[in-house]
């Protein structure tokens, strides 16, 4: 009898991890709700009421008794779990639409007595009982499940109710059916990793990566490229992680050329070594579900084309927020953003309850947190584009796309990353990434003749930044708009010398020096709360409020001393359209450590507000002949032979096995999204 192909493994969270147990298992499959007022012992199953008057919360038990290893589960007595969870459903219309397969197979070993039964879901999260076993001794049951009714959505789960004290779970699999035999060729991944500065979280999502053998076993290599100071090389841990990953660590040494350069040296080595048909992805400071890696890969072996893979993203320190599920473009604004609802909390609502989730939702990208990539995709549309950080995976998979390559976000699997919530790149040194890069992508793939409401999408921001006195973004946002207009020829060569030419100019602007030191303003000024839940002005009142600021920020001298003292304190939660208003004001950053100080210029108002303009229209008069520049530039910008030359791999590298890579300088600071 052949070895059955195992699609998802039923697994667990280590007892030292008891936040994320809702993402593996619910313990009671009538999930409990309690209202206010409403009697405890009663229990809800399916969605909360759509109409209460008090807010709701969710009870759970404490599941880490139950489990047992990795992959075991003892209910205890009379008690009942289920296995309809993130992590352990089975997304099947997912499998449907992309694979070859034709259904799945749930294999089941338990000991003791007790019962397994088998639901499903279709898009409107409607469930339904599909099988069920009654078991009493030691043994494995087996479900053959077709895939009819997925095409829309739909997961697969079971449910174990123990009817004794021994019943256990001691594993469990979803697997490829045998009529859908022969089995597919044993593809192989190599895993690429960028990483700056963050030596200790990379060498413990090496060290995690080391834990699982079914991860190793389809697993060639891992090459790291180290782009930092804090070099992994030097860390104590390093020989333990090598020595865990069997030989299989490649650590590289390169000038930082962002996370574009690392992750383009990543599919630059996997595809000249050869040995790989996918490339994974990852950030280096996620913590990874190693399963996760094992789905992806087993996934991509099975797709009837080439796919490139995605896994979503949990909150790092909110563990079942499920931040990133399905990401889209907007291509009239050009600009990246979920398609379904962020920041969904497990905790509230699990996977059976939340009818968005049972919804198949398809992608035009997912985030290079992590990101499976066949090998033939690279060789036939290129790495990364040279744009430092932003953008490149978003790109990437836009160009993908248009060779008929099409990207995957797969339910189940998944890493924890630090999430934007308290993020706020917009506004500091990245602010120049975040627009020239969208131009630049825009100019290759907007379907729309001048790109649509780009232009005017720009220059709204860049009123906005104006409001808020944050001219170093705008200052930043312009040097954007002049670099694209000056073509595609210098991508590649300011990969590693505009941020110090951007951070060189950011001393000429207050508001970009982050103030820590709340003493140094004397009496630090009191936080002003009013108009935090103020209407945001549209229609006639946009108008107005626009042109009463452009002449009051434009025209009239701020108070004397707003330069010696701000007046006030803003919360990050106060709306920018409360800002302006003001003559000085230090406001909070968005993670809390510090506060920026933005004081009224009319002269530098006027003149970045004079010079947006005319950068807008000038670009939009332009669009057509740059689109059609950039876009017989993409193959250059994104070729092997260019990232060769750009990572100086094309010039004779030292003999030494461990030699440094002849690209290596002092690394800039920065270079990661």
Known sequence: ????????????????????????????????????????????????????????????????PMLNGRRGLKPGLDKRVSLGTYFNAFPASYWRRWTSLTGVRLSI???????????????????????????????????????????????????????????????????????DAPAPPARTLTIAITTLNRTSYCLELLATIATDADVLAGLDQIIVVDQGTDKIRDHARHAEVDAALGGRLRVIDQVNAGGSGGFSRGMLETVAAGTSD????????????????????????????????????????????????????????????????????????????????????????NGWWMSLIPVEVIREVGLSLPVFIKWDDAEFSLRASEHGYSTVSLPGAAVWHVSWVDKDDSRDWQAFYHARNR???????????????????????????????????????????????AGPDSLHGELTSRLPAIRSIAGDYPESTLIKDLGRFGRFPMTNLVGSDAPR???????????????????????????????????????????????????????GSGVTWHIRDRAM????????????????????????????????LTSMASWTTTLGLDTPAPSAPDAVDPLVAAPLDGGRD
Request: contains cysteine; glycine residues 6%.
């Open 278 to 365: 996918y490339v994974m992805l990852l950030d280096d400071d996620v913590v990874a579900e190693p399963e996760s890696i094992r789905r992806a890969l087993a996934f991509a072996r099975l797709c009837t084309e080439p796919t490139i893979v995605g896994g979503h993203m949990f909150d790092m320190f909110d563990k079942t927020k499920l931040h990133a599920f399905a990401e889209s473009i907007d291509t009239w604004n050009f600009m990246w953003g979920p398609i379904t609802p962020s920041r969904h909390d497990f905790t509230a609502s699990n996977l059976r309850q939340t009818t968005w989730l049972h919804q198949r939702n398809d992608v035009a990208y």
């Open 1 to 64: 009898m052949s070895t059955p192909i195992v699609l998802q493994k039923v697994v667990f969270p280590s007892s030292s991890e008891p936040d994320v147990a809702p993402l593996y298992v619910d313990p009671d499959e009538w999930t409990q709700i309690i209202s206010p007022g409403v009697d405890a012992g009663k229990k809800r199953r399916g969605p909360a009421p759509e109409d209460t008057t008090q807010p709701l919360r969710l009870t759970h038990h404490n599941v880490t």
């Open 605 to 636: 108002f006027r003149s970045l507000l004079a010079s947006s303009v005319a950068q807008n229209l000038k670009f939009r008069r332009r669009w057509t002949a740059l689109s059609e520049t950039y876009r017989a530039s993409q193959h250059d």
């Open 109 to 179: 070993s338990t000991t003791g007595p007790g019962d397994i039964i088998v639901y499903r879901s279709n898009a409107r999260g409607v469930i339904q009982v599909v099988d069920s076993a009654r078991v009493e001794d030691a043994g494995t049951v087996d479900f053959d499940l077709g895939f009819e009714y997925f095409i829309d959505g739909g997961w697969y789960w079971f449910d174990l109710v123990s009817r004794g004290e021994d019943f256990a779970l001691t594993s469990a699999e979803w697997q490829a059916p045998p009529s």
């Open 537 to 591: 002005p549209s229609g006639r009142e946009l108008y107005s409020f626009l042109i009463k600021n452009f002449v009051r920020h434009g025209m009239t001298k701020p108070h004397p001393g707003s330069d010696e003292r701000p007046d006030t304190h803003l919360p990050r939660t106060a709306p920018w359209w409360t800002v302006p208003s003001m003559d000085s004001v230090v406001i909070t950053n968005a993670e």
């Open 439 to 485: 131009l630049v992508a825009a100019l290759l793939h907007s379907p729309h003749a001048k790109g649509g409401r780009l232009t005017i999408s720009n220059l709204a921001s860049d009123v906005r930044h104006l409001l808020t006195m944050d001219y170093y973004t705008v200052k930043l946002r312009q040097l954007a708009y002049e670099s694209v207009m």
